[in-house]
């Protein structure tokens, strides 16, 4: 698994992600952070949620499932291997787990639960905000050796090259919008429903996103890349890569468009507008 210098700072939608009905689907880990708000079902190999969030549908964790303290699932989970519940975790329907139980205080199953391994009442293990603290630390202090030690102990996932699905605290995704007040970056491949609002987005290539783009600062949209919406930004530059489509209007400071991209509505921008032939164009620095 890859680190990044701020491992919650940004939303990051890895390469092949997809929304499949009302179930969001890759193929790394999930990671939420404290108050997100998760509209859709996920399925991902581990899933680690913070304080206080919230999922719309079933968890469908193919290793193992953390949730901390006050969450909230609005569906079954389901997990392949071993289960960590916070005190006060709500789930509304059954809790299904193929490995261990380890469970807190006032806990609410609605439909009740069953393990295959030992099941154990109490506060368990450290917080998920204080993991994320902990790894934030060694990144800064330049431990990235023992933070990808760290990572490897808690998901046993060094030899799974899939990116995690990053959703910051506070953040809220779902059929109607991705929102963030952090950057937003999509990988390849994938195909997302939804308008996405965030301080930057940069979009991979070949991606199908149906809904708009709105951001502070700098949008990029990469090659094969379709965007079923407008693509706007208030004080930053659009950058659309050759390839790159957009059924919608463009509004934004800059402009820089390569000669094979389209724009089916109208291009406005306020300064500097340049045309570049056939190339892939710069992405906004980290």
């Avoid at 950057?183 to 491949?189: L, V, W």
């Amino acid at each position: 698994m890859a680190l990044r210098n701020r491992p919650l700072d940004e939303l990051v939608i890895p390469d092949g992600t997809t929304v499949e009905e009302h179930d969001l689907v890759t193929d790394g880990d999930v990671i939420v952070g404290g108050r997100g708000t998760v509209e859709f079902g996920v399925r991902g190999r581990n899933v680690l949620a913070g304080e206080g969030t919230q999922f719309g549908g079933d968890i469908e964790a193919e290793a193992d499932c953390r949730l901390d303290m006050w969450a909230d699932v609005a569906g079954n989970v389901l997990v392949g291997r071993d289960a960590y519940l916070g005190e006060r975790v709500h789930v509304d329907g059954e809790l299904k787990v193929a490995g261990d139980l380890d469970i807190g205080d006032d806990v609410e199953i609605e439909e009740g639960f069953e393990a295959n391994g030992w099941i154990v009442i109490r506060n368990p293990m450290p917080t998920i905000v204080f993991l994320f603290v902990y790894l934030s630390q060694l990144l800064r202090m330049g431990e990235e050796d023992a933070a990808q030690e760290l990572v490897g102990s808690l998901t046993e996932s060094d030899s799974i090259e899939a990116e995690p699905l990053v959703i910051p605290r506070g953040a809220r995704v779902g059929d109607e919008s991705w929102q963030t007040d952090t950057p937003a970056r999509i990988g390849d491949d994938c195909r997302l429903h939804g308008n996405v609002r965030a301080t930057e987005i940069v979009v991979g290539e070949d991606n199908d996103v149906f809904g708009s783009l709105r951001a502070k600062g700098d949008v990029v949209v990469g090659d094969g890349t379709t965007i079923h919406g407008d693509v706007s930004t208030r004080d930053g530059t659009v950058s659309l890569d050759d390839g790159a489509r957009v059924l919608g209007d463009v509004a934004c400071s800059d402009l820089a468009v390569s000669s094979g991209a389209d724009v089916d509505g109208t291009m406005r921008a306020s300064g500097e507008v340049t045309i570049v032939e056939d190339a892939t164009l710069p992405r906004p620095s980290d």
